[in-house]
């Protein structure tokens, strides 16, 4: 089965970023200081004007968690539908309840929308908050969707290397299992060969420098350290490195 290294994007500069690096598809977020949100309708537009790469646009309509209220999840439909009306060629989200079980009528509703366009339906990494993930896994199969972002339940993907390794051995045929988080070129081929699971998420993170961030006192730094100036963005240089990895045949 085809590899696949998806892109986490946070601008328009980092989908140009992910395209000259070789990457096959993109996840478009705003925000990524906040895990992402769900991107401006302007930028998608663009993207979606001037790439033929996939895009896979981010619901997501605050930071925290993803247990939404009434009114929140009323936006979350109308973005919804405003994100595939520009051209979105898939919809990342999740829904949970308050003890992060999967809230089925909000994923639906959801699910609807996408597949009333005939968009992937990509379930993101509120499935790492669910205490249950192989019952979690088999709900989102039979409420159809496509794909599901995970670390394994952990941080970093290859601390939850033995949970990916199950789903894609028991789920693997009836949902394509994204692994995310903490991959790069250095470790992707490790766990590749140990999941078995074809398609990977990354961020492929380098930093740009705004000397406007920290003036006469006050503060508008994201980062801290060497990065107090700086802001995080995609590097062409890195997403190739990530990609002629996943390529190479195991």
């Keep these: 089965m085809k590899r696949i290294a998806e892109i986490c994007c946070g601008s328009y500069y980092d989908v140009k970023q992910a395209v000259e690096g070789g990457a096959e598809r993109v996840e478009l977020n705003s925000a990524l200081t906040l895990g992402g949100l769900t991107p401006a309708e302007t930028e998608l537009c663009m993207v979606k004007e001037d790439f033929s790469i996939k895009v896979i646009a981010m619901l997501r309509p605050r930071g925290a968690g993803f247990c939404y209220s009434d009114e929140e999840f009323r936006v979350m439909e109308r973005e919804c539908q405003r994100l595939l009306d520009c051209g979105a060629d898939g919809i990342a989200f999740g829904c949970l309840r308050e003890d992060a079980s999967l809230d089925e009528y909000k994923n639906r509703c959801i699910l609807d929308l996408i597949k009333n366009k005939g968009r992937e339906a990509v379930f993101h990494r509120a499935f790492d908050c669910t205490e249950f993930p192989l019952a979690a896994a088999e709900q989102l199969i039979s409420i159809g969707v496509d794909r599901v972002l995970t670390s394994g ?98």
Excluded: F
Excluded at 197 to 222: E, F, M, P, R
């Design 153 to 250: 339940l952990k941080p970093k993907a290859m601390e939850g290397r033995e949970l990916l390794c199950r789903l894609q051995a028991d789920y693997g045929g009836e949902i394509q299992i994204l692994a995310g988080s903490g991959i790069h070129a250095g470790n992707v081929l490790e766990l590749i060969e140990y999941t078995g699971i074809h398609q990977i998420h990354s961020s492929c993170k380098a930093w740009n420098t705004d000397l406007t961030t920290v003036k006469n006192g006050v503060s508008y730094s994201i980062a801290s350290g060497k990065q107090a100036l700086c802001y995080d963005v995609v590097s062409a240089e890195l997403v190739r490195e990530l990609v002629k990895r996943v390529q190479t045949e195991a």
